[in-house]
């Protein structure tokens, strides 16, 4: 046998990792470091500039990278320089007294759950604003003294990172993040290694490391299952946000609902308030429910009377098909184990998640949510009117103008989107309380104060470090493309640092409707074209990888932006991120916004430029509709004018090109002979004095406390005192009516003028004129007491079907026996058809509102 040449196996590679192992002088650099308390500090991401800046922007301003890459020459010199460890030292005096400053005991606790959050570009968590809204919310938690924790998920991939191919594709590319370089730490468990959370899926357990990032003063909790312990089908459950089929959907909604409660069950974590941040955490009340039957031995309906108690479900999506609905097969995989330890029947469980019981729909996670919580809210005010219309099927006894769901608008941190320029100019004009007062708007009045040179100075600082950005960012994507360098070179010098910048920056939805500028390309090319007022727009975003409509839109744009007459004035920048972000809100003039009405739930993007003083231009909806002031932005109306969409964007497209040329063109042109516009000034100073204070995560947080934290902590403390009184009398008094509630018949129905009785079935009413309703209905066995409203309705032609009118309840005068005796005083005042109904409804002096037991019956 002939020898071979050579052999050799394949190695069996072991990662080595060599960092500095930094001086004792310099430890308290890594508490800091691993607390995103930095990223809304300027002075703490000064030391680090200050330390090795080449260093910080090469591990992408990742403090934990940053340090462990630190050569051990480097910190010798650091701790020998005198200046730098006076400021490292202050920096560390003000974080420790940070995080010595208590919760306030006064404000309710909560446990808050979401898919995503936005807190730092370094911690790839979160894909858009859902998420960037939940981070900035725990970051103003910690600063207002909030006792919350928090729960969701360390994802290997987090969201893709963009790129944008030589021929305008967008590239999705899923980069896994190394869990020992990111702020955050392995919780330990008693016997010193990594807690694992054993969470029990369908003929299996599946196993979750558990993480803590420290996010000021508050604990965010995440999950991670990419290890050894789980198969590779469940491994891949923490893979990637909002990736993978509906089954990888339905295992990572179980496991943030159900993991979610058994991992605080495990750490020993009660709240007062379980706080459900979209859909996606609805399962938490499944395991809240178990939890309270087997360990306290109640029964469903008494467990639900203390989970709705201290249960709220905040929805972001304005239309149906953006909520989450599962098979009744996907369903039954994952939960069919879970009516039997409930004590009710599959189908009674399924039911509890559709609009339409008893139906064969769709399992509703955002149904099951608003049947579990005794409160709901949307994001702004707009946006709470659209979820009771999406929501009203749930209730089908009322109308949506009578539904208890409620509105809280959305806001931004503002120390973490508010430019280090403009903190400082706030802080030397401001009463030096101001972060702890923000809604205060007389503070921000201060602002007229500020000379508008100094103004113009600090937006002009950051609309240059926003230029230079874009160069920088647009040199190294088009180095990368086939792009002749003679192109490059063209493009750089074509972005004109004292043209109107406007920026566009959301995910590529179609209803975002990012083509609309594009819609009349002569006219567009006319405008930025205009020697004598130049005007760039700055585009960024990503699609869905599933979504083809939005993916195209973003090579339309680009295709665009490449003809010579938009040549360096149309600029897409590829991987829109929250670096990316901060850059765009804080250094353009206008933030441009133009979604489908009514489709923008909220939109925080532009509130962020707010705090900047980046003047807003966007349809009025959203939060725009109530935070656009005159004279401090523009708008679009909210009405539209035209069913056909294609007419109602060209309708839009033209009102936005006759803004910018009859508008905001003359308005930041028009320069003094110190050059800049004392008008555009005046616009700006109006937008942070009048619209700026109104729209932060302050004023946000303080809406939560008083209109729904409170109210639920102290409905929970009536409902679970002396060993659950109260639910087990509620919960048996809606068992009895409910059963009964067909006995109910109505004896007589009166309508009188005077002393002339009218017939009731048609109605000929004089407008001011007084009528005297009676009503005589006979409840039989029922328990406690049956209230009756008059419900008037008029058909809508707009909209094909009857509007709500008015409510009117009816007085009860006395009782005899089982009969109660109705009367109303009734002043007609509609003019025109309308309809009538009575309407009755079960009272109960205990009951929070009317949906908390929605039994109706009309006559």
Known sequence: MKIKASYSNSPSWRNV??????????HPLEKIAKNLWWVWNNEAIEIFEDIDLKLWEETKQNPVLFLQS????????????DVLMGKIKKVVRDFEAYLAEKPDESKTSIAYFSMEYGLTHVLKIYSGGLGVLAGDYLKEASDSHVDLTAVGFLYRYGYFTQSISPDGQQVANYEPQNFNELPLEPVLGENGLQLVLEVPYPERNVYAHVWKVNVGRISLYLLDTDFDANSEFDKSITHQLYGGDWENRMKQEYLLGIGGILLLNKLGIKKDVYHCNEGHAALINVQRLVDLIENEGLSLNQALEVVRSSGLYTVHTPVPAGHDYFDEGLLGKYLGSYPARLGISWQDFVDMGREHPGTNEKFSMSAFALNTCLHANGVSYLHGIVSKSMFQPIWPGYFPEELHVGHVTNGVHLPTWTAKEMKTLYYKTFDKNFLNDQSNLEIWDDIYRVPDEELWGVRSILKKRLIDYVKNQLRESLNKSSRKPSEVISLVK???????????????????RAHLLFTDLDRLSKLVNNPE?????????KAHPADGAGQGLIKHIIDISLRPEFFGKIIFLENYDMQLAKRLISGVDIWLNTPTRPLEASGTSGEKAEMNGVLNFSVLDGWWYEGYRAEAGWCLT?????????????????LIYNTFENEILPLYYSRNEKGFSSEWIRYVKNSIAKIAPVYTTKRMIDDYIEGFYRPLKKRHEFVVADNFKKAKELAAWKEDTAAKWYKLSVDSVEIIQGDTELIHDTLNLVEGAKYTGKVVIDKKDIVGDVGIDLVFTQFDPATNSDKFLSSNPLQLARKEGSKLFFELEYEASVNGSTKFALRAYPVHPDMEHRQDFAYVYWF
């Open 17 to 26: 990792y060599t960092h500095a192992n930094l001086p004792e002088e310099l």
């Open 70 to 81: 630190l050569s051990l020459e480097k910190t010798k010199e650091i701790v020998k320089d």
């Open 494 to 512: 074509d972005i004109k640092p004292d043209a109107l910048l406007v920026g566009f920056g959301r995910r590529f939805a179609t209803y975002k």
């Open 533 to 541: 007022r130049p005007i760039q727009f700055l585009f960024t975003g």
């Open 638 to 654: 909210e009405k539209q004018t035209y069913e056909n969409t294609g007419y109602q964007d060209e309708l839009d497209a033209s």
